[in-house]
């Protein structure tokens, strides 16, 4: 099966060089500027610097070029992928579709596949979540992704055409449960990086990913989820790599909060966004989630770093 990947960031463009180990793959840039750059160095210098793309990567801005193929990964933020969808739904229906994005939709409260319902119910739909960082995957490193497809033939057949040599694909058709833990690890992780940024210690931090954890399995539990799908990759496993590396930027943004320190607003870092709209759907449950209410406080201002942690600290007392 012949596989384009539109957005042509870093993972969108880790994703091409791992699947072009297996055959032809076709990267989208809505950028032809870029485009012409890929093309003359081998190389995102952009996104993705010292990755090169190898020979059957075929770098494009033309979208009819890149829908030519039935599967599409849409390697695009969270907060983009509607306006994505709209502006080319012409080309993109019928297709199938798989989101490589992580993260709620601030103006709606929904995950990826369910965007894609809603904006695009012409087409199939499916998620590629779990704990990798581009570099790793462009670099060979070994990876194992979540594959979420709510229909299980289509899942199994994904799987095999997205499995590569260094990328290893687990399936679940639990679509609901995939989205909640890659977008909640986030959260946790600006959460952690604030902790250790501010000095407060790898206990503190062990604290948060525990207690951050117990909050992704009570939303993923209130909202039908599979509470044992966030013991895998995307949920534990991804919470697991992005709460202990500096190489994630939700950690970093989070680092640059306990430290004081300004962050550059140009780089994706879903977390923020899904914080606000974790949040607010939080909230209109009434379900308590007291972490991500703080990552809030924390991003918006409102809250010091010893007030988050006294409020969290000075909660009523209760079972585990
Ligand atoms: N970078 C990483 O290590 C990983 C990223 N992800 C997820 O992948 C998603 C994308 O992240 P990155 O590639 O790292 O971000 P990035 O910031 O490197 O790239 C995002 C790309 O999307 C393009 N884009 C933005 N809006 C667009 C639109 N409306 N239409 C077309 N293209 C658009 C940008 O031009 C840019 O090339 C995020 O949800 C992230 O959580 C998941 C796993 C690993
Ligand atoms: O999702 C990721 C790792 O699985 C990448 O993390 P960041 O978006 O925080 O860099």
Redesign the pocket.
């Given at each position: 099966m012949s596989v384009s990947v539109l957005g042509a960031g870093a993972f969108g463009t880790a994703l091409a060089i791992s699947l072009a180990g297996k055959g032809a793959v076709t990267l989208w840039s809505r950028d032809a500027g870029h485009v012409a750059e890929m093309a003359e160095s081998r190389e995102n210098a952009r996104r993705l610097p010292g990755m090169p793309l190898p020979q059957n990567l075929n770098v494009t801005s033309e979208l009819q070029q890149a829908a030519q193929n039935r599967v599409l990964l849409l390697a695009v933020p969270m907060q983009q992928l509607r306006r994505m969808l709209d502006a080319h739904r012409a080309e993109l229906t019928g297709k199938v579709l798989v989101a490589c994005c992580?993260g709620i939709e601030l103006t709606t409260g929904l995950g990826p596949i369910e965007v894609m319902r809603e904006a695009l119910p012409e087409a199939h739909h499916a998620l590629l979540t779990?704990?990798?960082?581009a570099a790793d995957i462009a670099m060979g490193l070994p990876t194992a992704l979540t594959l979420a497809c709510a229909d299980p033939d289509l899942g199994k057949s994904l799987q095999q055409s997205l499995n590569t040599a260094n990328l290893r694909l687990y399936r679940t058709t639990d679509t609901l449960g995939a989205e909640i833990g890659g977008a909640l690890k986030?959260v946790i992780?600006i959460a952690c990086g604030a902790v250790i940024g501010a000095g407060l210690g790898d206990s503190a931090r062990a604290a948060l990913m525990t207690r951050g954890y117990a909050e992704m399995q009570r939303l993923a539990r209130h909202l039908g989820a599979e509470a044992d799908t966030l013991a895998g990759l995307s949920g534990f496993g991804?919470l697991a790599?992005?709460c202990t590396s500096t190489?994630?930027?939700?950690?970093r943004l989070g680092l640059a909060l306990g430290r004081g320190e300004v962050f550059d607003p140009t780089v994706?870092v879903?977390g923020a966004a899904t914080a606000h709209a974790t949040d607010a759907k939080a909230r209109a449950m009434g379900l308590d989630m007291p972490i991500t209410a703080c990552v809030v406080g924390l991003l918006d201002g409102k809250l010091t770093l010893d007030a988050a942690m006294t409020a969290l600290l000075t909660r009523p007392l209760k079972e585990e």
């Open positions: 992580k779990g704990p990798s960082f986030n992780a991804d790599l992005t190489l994630s930027r939700n950690y994706t879903e």
